[in-house]
């Protein structure tokens, strides 16, 4: 029996993207199947394949960089890709990106505004070569508005965005969530972008313009929970782990380590209190209602950390999941990689190199689970320029004296 395609296959997607916004997004459509042709600069390719540390035929290092050797990060962000080179600077490469671009369904870029129409590549024409294409833009501030033209990274994106002004503790200074998120989210809402755009084609046959900022993204998720700033008529302060709502909702320390606790309804408190063998705090009126243990926010925590920091780990988690109270272990990166429920669905994988599969190095494999069409199963992030052959020759039809022609002009 033939085994199911996976859900994208034989949609072609052309990406122009470097860094991580981009990749992480093209990154998922491959992983749903998607062809994904990853145009680079010629000699040079994405700029994250020379970041430390390199793996390698030879295995891991951060100095000494050989020739075959690619960043952990551009391997990583770069699976399930074909890599070929093109120089979009120069009037031949143009003229091969729209002949690209006839025979794709979804162009992905994230240079800066404005650049893809210093090409004289942008979505009038390309629509013009190909009305069903896909054209998604992602950047810092977007296509439009006053920041269009300011750089942005991570870290200003989650300044602007609020994230920053939300995180961290009451007396400390604003801080950066740890992922990033500032460049991630936005290559989700990308996905969620073209996903639709492709459903949309099927019944209209016709393509769409999509435009991402990285700040509308990450300002989208930050006012969930900022409304209180209507309601309240405050600023939204970082509360550190803290919930606003509920208490006790943070990190408490054990023996050994720390522990992540929720508790949230009354008949909760109550099994709660019986687990730390607490039931006289059940008479206290302090504690009575859930608005009155946020009023005693600090008296509440006070009575946690009393009972968890003399307690290990385990015997604390062990108190609290009998009676099935929400409860973890806030576990270091080294022991993530060891969780055996990551591992049972998947998600701890080798990071491989195309020539060296067992490069020692770990990453996070698809996390959607599909029964019929598996999408977990990912190649190796590619060479630079490992697919001139097979796209320009195959899918374009250039000819042996064509693509000599074109490496000596180092268009390729």
Known sequence: ???????????????????????????????????????ERPGIGDPTRISAPFAGPGGIGFEG?????????????????????????????VEIFRRLVAKGDVVVENFAPG??????????????????????????????????????????????????AVTGYP??????????????????YGLVGILAALASRERTGQGERIDISMQDCCFSLVMDESLDIFVSREVPTRLGNRNARVTPWSVFPTKDGNIALCVFANEQWRVFLEAIEREDCLKDPRFKNPEDRVDHMEEVEALVTEWSQNRSTEEALGALRKRKIPCEPVLEVKDVLEDPQ???????????????????????????????RPAQDIAPAPLLGHNNEEVYRGLLGLSTEEMEELRKEKVI
Not at 171 to 188: E, H, I, K, M, S
């Open 342 to 372: 990551l591992k049972a669905r998947g998600m701890i994988q080798d990071l491989e190199h195309p020539l060296n599969p067992k490069t020692g190095a770990k990453t996070a494999g698809f996390p959607i689970r599909f029964l019929a």
């Open 65 to 93: 960089r050989r020739p075959e050797d690619i960043s952990l990060i551009h391997l990583k962000r770069n699976r399930g890709k074909k890599s070929i080179t093109l120089d979009l600077k120069s009037k031949r490469g």
């Open 115 to 164: 650049t893809i129409e210093s090409f004289g590549l942008d979505y009038p024409v390309l629509k013009g070569i190909n009305p069903r294409i896909i054209f998604c833009s992602i950047a810092g501030y977007g296509q439009s508005g006053p920041y269009r033209n300011r750089p942005a990274f991570d870290l200003t994106i989650q300044a602007t965005s609020g994230m920053m």
């Open 171 to 188: 007396d400390g200074p604003p801080l950066r969530c740890g992922p990033w998120v500032g460049d991630q989210v936005p290559a989700l």
């Open 1 to 39: 029996m033939e085994a199911l395609k996976k859900h994208l296959e034989g949609v072609r997607v052309i990406d122009l993207t470097a860094y991580l916004a981009g990749p992480f997004l093209s990154m998922h459509l491959a992983a749903l199947g998607a062809e994904v042709i990853k145009i």
